[in-house]
């Protein structure tokens, strides 16, 4: 090499030295301000990526009946989730998703959505307690799906599937309604009770959710745990229902429409409710299929309705005991009053028709109430005005909802001046003519099964207005022995003894010699265990005779109801049944309400019905469901 | 034996042997718990099987391989359009022959090869003799290979090909006209390719690039976890094998591409200090080297040598912090590979004869 060259090449290596060291320079400081100045923010992403809160989901508290037998169990089961933090982001992942598990691609991209929005909470379900055939399904999917997991929880089992499908209620996801309705109190994906004691109960029932936070690799899968905060389980409740009478119920409605109230007098307890056509919970803890969509929320029968406490039924006669009572205290009527009944009675111009169309002629107070004659109470109703029922109604807690421990429970219709003024402004005028028709339990009046059998533990205690309720007391986690709760506060609304012990004799005389006793098989167990109570049959329709009335149908038939307490010294019970389209209530009611009265008289010692025992079989589960009752 | 070892440069092996030794730690850190946890081990070997044939090529008088780097150069031309017919197809690119179980990636070599030729053309001519259109064949020798290394695909590749080109204003200096031109036929050229050239998923890819957080779960993925990676490991680093990012696998291709962000994330921003060090004593070492040797053709080959080395340095220490975009180029020392770090060696393995001749003259 020349000189010359030798000096400008070493001139020019001269300047790539200075790029070298320029460019480990450069380098050097994009670490800096990577590694120094902005370390706290990617220190901060590198945690949030690799820590992540998962919630332990509480067990909810199981639901016994009064003797301890489980209503409600809970048994393990698999869900196929995707995890908060692994939610799919591109609309093509979601679609082939929706595809591989034949879901409404836009529906799921919407909960996708929703889950997003929502900042924490349980993983987002995309199926439900698999069973085998599921799961072989989910591994498939979820070797094209790496973000998809496996979760075990816990299910809720109804043993008795319709056994007391109303009253029980079931769980569900808290709804979007709900959660914008209280704000805070839900976390999207919780499970809550959405009706029965399950909703009214869920404070109770629900226990709190627990988390821990794990490690997770890339894949969402779980390398190490640490800070767990272990979920508190929810309270074992015990109600205050009789396994063994609701299935008395149960088994004395069959087919037939209606409900049915039977109260403990000596704390409103509610021992059994049963509203007909029942549903099993069980069913509604899958998403809904096209089959129960139709079974239940279609069905003209309206089967999720519970008529123990949201059915308005026109009381019929068995809203005389009240008109007796108004009668009475208002002095328009005694003890002794006598009225000729000649089959009708004129009044404003308009017959009124007795059921019994060739009179029952002259008729005390007993005597109007065992035959059930409308002649008489619509002439003690003309004495009276419709403010007087109104007042009387009140006074004995007609009014106004029983304040059962169940949610949407309705209040009675007993209607009234200012009632008419609101509910018909085109009419607003109250005719007496109207009186009349309330006389016997019609027109305008309406009560639910669960306010008529509370007016009729009124009538058996002598005035005692219980609150009826189902929670009966939490179970001790140790000794699994029942803590009884205290029962909802009781107001008494005292009856003259005097006039207590005809109405009294008139309800006994019923079914010993009046209406109820028409039929054989009442009139056999009153003989065995006396009881007191009162017929009812509700128009649906107005007929012209009885002709007419054979060939309607089903449907337009009279609401059959029977309502009273039992046995009659010593009352213990007191029970209201109604059963829809039924024809009269002798025929229809009052036998339902004497299985009832066997049944806790007499059968329930020597014969008790086994306790509902689970038709589902937990494939996840190596215990074999219970049996056996808990509590001693 | 020992007359062969003192053709080594001391302060060349021991800052090679420094870094031979951390990329194979930071291998060991980045294969554990994956299914390439033997990683470091195969490294390893391939570093030893790299340092033998760095003694053997460190003994050969460097004019004697200059005076068959054309042979060489056909022979490489051949391999590449070998590697196209019947190369071994992975992940949509033809890049490897399969050799006894073994992949083996032509390209590496032949950018040295190519480097070789090149310094040997310029190198026996006097500066002021080599005219425009010599330039010009010259730097058509080097768009050949690459050309052929394109048509793989594997950008990044063809791209470490370039630093070669910096051999001609080595020679005959540098107009700041030419800088000038350089700069609007760039900007023009780069206007140009965006809207004529560059398919859509290149464009993205661009986008991508400038903002990697627009696109997290996908092809801004692997970025954005390389710079939480870096950015976590601060000062002083998680500690060795205690890297987050890089142990629950959220860093992808670690032992490859990515394996300085595992060194970031774990020895924090000392580390990074103490291997770019390392990384600027070997380009001062190489640049001394093409300064001490007796040759035109060995100076050339030595600067070009540090300018590829360079290229690599820059663009994957650079692309991994999100500084530059993503384009496949390996580290050396760092990266897993055979091919890559065989042809390294090789390649300081002639640097060093250079530096020994020079000395024994």
């Known amino acids: 090499m020349e000189p010359r060259q030798r000096v400008l090449l070493q001139r020019r290596l001269g300047v790539f030295r200075a790029l070298a060291w320029g460019l480990v320079l450069v380098l050097g400081s994009i670490y800096a301000w990577l590694q120094i100045v902005r370390h706290g923010e990617f220190k901060q992403l590198a945690l949030q990526q690799a820590v992540k809160v998962r919630p332990i989901p509480a067990p909810r508290g199981l639901i016994l009946d009064r003797n301890g037998y489980r209503l409600v169990d809970n048994r393990r089961a698999l869900h196929l989730v995707i995890q908060r933090e692994d939610l799919p982001t591109k609309p093509d992942v979601v679609e082939a998703l929706a595809q591989a598990l034949q879901m409404d691609p836009a529906a799921l991209a919407r909960k996708i959505q929703a889950y997003r929005a929502a900042g924490k909470g349980s993983p987002l379900v995309l199926k439900e307690n698999m069973d085998e055939a599921d799961i072989a399904v989910a591994e498939r999917v979820r070797s094209r799906f790496p973000f998809l997991s496996m979760e075990v929880a816990p299910r809720r089992v109804y043993l008795g599937d319709e056994l007391a499908g109303h009253v029980l209620g079931y769980v569900g996801e808290v709804d979007d309604d709900l959660m914008k309705a209280k704000p805070g109190l839900y976390h999207l994906g919780e499970t809550i009770g959405k009706d029965g004691f399950e909703a009214s109960g869920n404070d109770r029932l629900k226990g709190v959710d627990g988390q821990k936070r794990i490690l997770v690799d890339q894949l969402g899968q779980e390398v190490a745990s640490f800070g767990q905060v272990d979920a508190v389980p929810g309270h074992t409740v015990f109600l205050t229902l009789d396994a063994g009478l609701q299935k008395v119920l149960q088994d004395a409605f069959g087919e037939e429409a209606g409900a049915a109230v039977v109260l403990d007098l000596r704390d409103g307890g509610v021992l059994a409710m049963y509203s007909s056509p029942s549903y099993d919970p069980n069913l509604f803890l899958n998403r809904l299929s096209q089959e129960m969509v139709d079974r239940y929320l279609r069905n003209p029968a309206r089967p999720m309705i519970n008529r123990a406490t949201q059915g308005i039924y026109a009381p019929g006669s068995t809203f005389k005991l009240l008109i007796a009572l108004a009668g009475l205290e208002k002095g328009v009527i005694t003890p002794q009053t006598v009225i000729y009944c000649s089959g009708k009675k004129n009044f404003y111009g308009r017959d009124f028709r007795c059921d019994k169309p060739t009179g029952h002629g002259a008729l005390n107070l007993v005597q109007a109430i065992a035959q059930s004659c409308d002649v008489y109470f619509y002439e003690v109703a003309s004495r009276l005005d419709i403010d007087d029922i109104y007042a009387t109604a009140a006074k004995y807690g007609l009014t106004v909802p029983t304040g059962i421990d169940l949610p949407r429970e309705k209040a009675p219709r007993i209607p009234s001046r200012e009632w008419k003024r609101k509910a018909v402004p085109r009419d607003p005028k109250w005719y007496a003519g109207e009186t009349i028709s309330v006389g016997i339990g019609q027109g305008a009046v309406g009560i639910t099964p669960i306010a008529l059998a509370r007016f009729y533990a009124l009538l058996a205690t002598k005035g005692r207005l219980l609150t009826p309720h189902l929670f009966l007391g939490l179970r001790d986690d140790q000794t699994n022995a029942l803590e009884p709760a205290p029962p909802p506060i009781a107001r008494d609304a005292p009856l003259d003894p005097k006039l207590w012990s005809v109405l009294d004799e008139g309800l006994s005389e019923v079914v010993r010699s009046g209406t109820a006793a028409a039929n054989p098989f009442v009139l056999e167990i009153a003989k065995e265990i006396p009881f007191a109570g009162k017929t009812g049959t509700a128009q649906v329709a107005t007929f012209v005779d009885k002709a007419h009335y054979a060939r309607q149908a089903k449907h337009l038939k009279d609401h059959a109801l029977f309502a009273g307490y039992a046995p009659r010294d010593r009352p213990q019970i007191a029970f209201a049944v109604v059963v829809e389209n039924a024809g009269f209530g002798s025929t229809a009611a009052a036998p339902i309400a004497a299985k009832v009265v066997k049944y806790w008289c007499v059968d329930r010692f020597s014969n008790p019905l086994p306790p509902p025992r689970g038709r589902l079989v937990d494939p996840f589960s190596p215990e074999q469901p219970q049996q056996s009752p808990e509590a001693p | ?361």
């Open chain 2, 1 to 361: 034996m020992r007359a062969r070892l003192r053709t080594l440069d001391p302060h060349l092996l021991w800052v090679l042997l420094a870094l031979m030794a951390l990329g194979t730690l930071t291998l060991y850190s980045a294969g554990r718990n994956t299914p390439q946890a033997g990683i470091w081990l195969k490294q390893g070997l391939w570093n030893l099987l790299g340092l033998t044939l760095m003694v053997l090529l460190a003994a050969v008088d460097p004019r004697r391989i200059l005076r068959i780097s054309f042979p060489a150069y056909l022979l490489g031309l051949v391999a590449l359009a070998a590697v196209l017919v019947v190369g071994r197809k992975i992940g949509g690119a033809t890049r490897w022959f399969v050799f006894a179980g073994q992949t083996f990636q032509p390209s590496e070599l032949m950018k040295w090869i190519t480097l070789l030729y090149v310094s040997y053309r310029l190198g026996t001519r006097a500066p002021e003799t080599v005219g425009r259109w010599e330039l010009l064949g010259s730097a058509g020798l080097v768009a050949f290979p690459m050309l052929l290394v394109l048509k793989q695909p594997d950008l990044g590749m063809a791209l470490s090909f370039l630093p070669i080109l910096l051999l001609i204003p080595l020679m005959k200096g540098l107009k700041w006209r030419w800088v000038l031109l350089l700069v609007v036929g760039v900007s023009v050229g780069g206007v140009f390719g965006w809207r004529h050239v560059l398919k859509p998923y290149q464009k993205q890819r661009v986008m991508i690039f400038l903002d990697p957080s627009a696109d997290l779960q996908g092809k801004g993925y692997q970025v954005n976890q390389s710079r939480i990676a870096i950015g976590s490991g601060g000062l002083f680093g998680k500690g060795f094998t205690s890297g987050s990012q890089t142990q629950l696998n959220f860093l992808p291709v670690k032992t490859t591409d990515f394996a300085f962000s595992v060194w970031a994330e774990e020895r924090g921003f000392l580390g990074v200090l103490f291997v770019l060090g390392l990384f600027g004593l070997l380009l001062t070492r190489l640049l001394d080297a093409a300064s001490q040797a007796r040759t035109s053709a060995e100076a050339y080959f030595c600067a070009g040598a540090a300018a590829i080395f360079a290229m690599h340095l820059m663009v994957n220490v650079g692309m991994v912090a999100g500084a530059l975009p993503n384009k496949g180029m390996v580290l050396p020392f760092f990266s897993a590979g055979g091919s890559s770090t065989l042809s390294f060696f090789l390649a300081l393995g002639l640097v060093m004869g250079v530096l020994h001749r020079a000395k024994v003259k």
